[in-house]
């Protein structure tokens, strides 16, 4: 079945870097986009940038756009999210979800990866 | 950015009686392939996201048929015909029309 498994999470301070992952099984990982949304402790949802399934095209939030960059390894079915500059509101449960183009949405959710910006 | 607004934030409901949440786009979902992108997602306490509803109105595999979708344009809803124990939990509404993808701000469903 569509599996999409989030690593990397951790407690990093201001300024820090942290890299995130996502592996995917049970579907063909390079005919789909895939994205991270993240969600910050008690709050609602916020979508944080997209890949292509051939990776050629990318877009992000506007809130992350300079700090972040996602990437993706068809090869090896995983989707990365490198974080940098780390601020203390980028506090959150990270998200990796499949995009379905035909059905315009996020069709299959990860469990989450936490992450904490504190000093 | 197509900012999305849900109400009620929080809906109490007896078992068995009808729920229903609306949600409003700041803009036009209407894509320019003609689709409109529409979709709802619940999350249970504790559990990421699921997909309930896709494109308005279309249930997503293994969604019961007490969950329906409706609407246009800008203004949508969720309807759950008879609310059941499982269905404690926060939805929300999503655009997928445009970059930024956006959500709503979630509206609380608690049994009463």
Request: charged residues 15%; glycine residues 12%; aromatic residues 10%.
């Amino acid at each position: 079945q569509v599996q999409v498994v989030e690593s990397g999470g951790g407690v990093v301070q201001p300024g820090g870097s942290l890299r995130l992952s996502c592996a995917a099984s049970g579907f063909i990982f390079s005919s789909y986009g895939m994205h991270w949304v993240r969600q910050a402790p008690g709050k609602g949802l916020e979508w944080v940038a997209v890949i292509w399934p051939d990776g050629g095209t990318i877009y992000y939030a506007g809130s992350v756009e300079g700090r972040f960059t996602i990437s993706r390894d068809n090869s090896k079915n995983t989707l990365q999210l490198q974080m940098n500059s780390l601020r203390a509101e980028d506090t959150a449960m990270y998200y990796c979800a499949r995009g379905e183009h035909n059905r315009g949405t996020f069709d299959s959710w990860g469990q989450g990866t936490q992450v904490t910006v504190s000093s | 950015d197509i900012v999305m607004t849900q109400t009620p934030l929080s809906s109490p409901v007896t078992l068995g009686q009808p729920a229903s949440i609306s949600c409003r786009s700041s803009q036009s979902l209407v894509h320019s392939d003609g689709n409109t992108y529409l979709s709802w997602l619940q999350q249970r306490p504790g559990q990421p996201p699921r997909l309930l509803i896709y494109k308005i109105s279309n249930r997503f595999s293994g969604v019961p048929d007490r969950f329906s979708g409706s609407g246009a344009g800008t203004d949508f809803t969720l309807t759950i015909s008879r609310v059941e124990a499982e269905d404690v939990g926060v939805y929300y509404c999503m655009q997928a029309t445009q970059f930024p993808h956006t959500f709503g701000q979630g509206t609380k469903l608690e049994i009463k």
